[in-house]
């Protein structure tokens, strides 16, 4: 982590286990080489306007190639309020670490485990599929009709700090367990038109309330709510 900004036509590589921050919201990667974030990377993003795939905004704003792998982790840790940016939409792990908040750009899938640490972490009208763990430590899920949909075989809702989901859907053929206490306006369990159970278990001494509709589907069948 440093103050400044990179340039000239340099090929910037994160490698698999680094980690790449920055000092401020203003320092970025600027010139005319290409950049990639490897598997297994991990880019602490500070920058407004996040990551984005094109154009002279963002921590990344070189004019070559932008490669963000699929499988790279990502955390967001600002001191204004900053968008995911457009660069990137499937990440292995994502950190909200900004009191300032964060907004989702488009609909992101999230293959590892979302940890909110500080802030708020605003879906608007995006979705968000989780394939790991969902762990809220001290901040928040905030704003519009965006659902959060977790998607792996099996996992944890949890952390130290309640969470508030507009709806949550636990995917078709996956087993999560609630390890806190939780609300939700809506909740999905499974898909009628897919195959393999589902289910959601709440710990002993967890709550998950539920302010609107509660749908149980079962392969194959009709909802129950």
């Known amino acids: 982590t440093g103050g400044g900004t990179i340039s000239n ?25 290409a950049f990639t974030l ?30 963000f792998n699929a499988a790279a ?6 001191t204004s309020a900053q968008v995911i940016g457009n660069g990137w939409t499937t ?10 908040g964060v907004t ?20 608007t009208s995006f979705n968000l599929t ?17 659902k ?11 952390g130290t700090t309640s969470t508030s989901f507009a709806g949550l859907t636990i995917d078709a053929g996956s087993a999560y367990t609630l390890s806190n206490s939780n609300s939700a306006e809506t909740i999905v369990v499974g898909d009628t038109a897919t195959a393999g159970a589902s289910s959601l278990t709440l710990s002993n001494g967890t709550t998950l309330t539920v302010s609107g ?3 149980i589907c079962r392969p194959g069948g009709a909802a129950r709510r």
Do not use: H, K, P
């Open 91 to 100: 990440g292995n792990n994502l950190t909200i670490n900004n009191t300032a």
């Open 213 to 215: 509709t509660t749908y």
């Open 130 to 146: 989780v394939g790991g763990n969902w762990v809220n430590n001290g901040g928040s899920l905030t704003g519009g009709t965006g």
């Open 148 to 158: 959060v949909i977790m998607s792996g075989a099996t996992g944890t809702i949890g």
């Open 9 to 33: 036509t340099i090929n910037f590589t994160v490698n698999s286990n680094a980690i790449l921050g920055f000092a401020t919201e203003n320092d970025a990667i600027t010139g005319g080489g």
């Open 38 to 67: 490897s598997s297994g990377a991990t880019l602490q993003v500070s920058a407004v306007a996040g990551i984005t795939s094109s154009g002279a905004t963002g921590q990344v704003q070189v004019t070559g190639t932008r490669t």
């Open 73 to 78: 982790n990502y955390i967001y840790n600002g």
């Open 104 to 123: 989702l750009s488009g609909n992101t899938t999230v293959n590892g485990t979302v940890t909110l640490t500080a802030g708020a972490l605003s879906a």
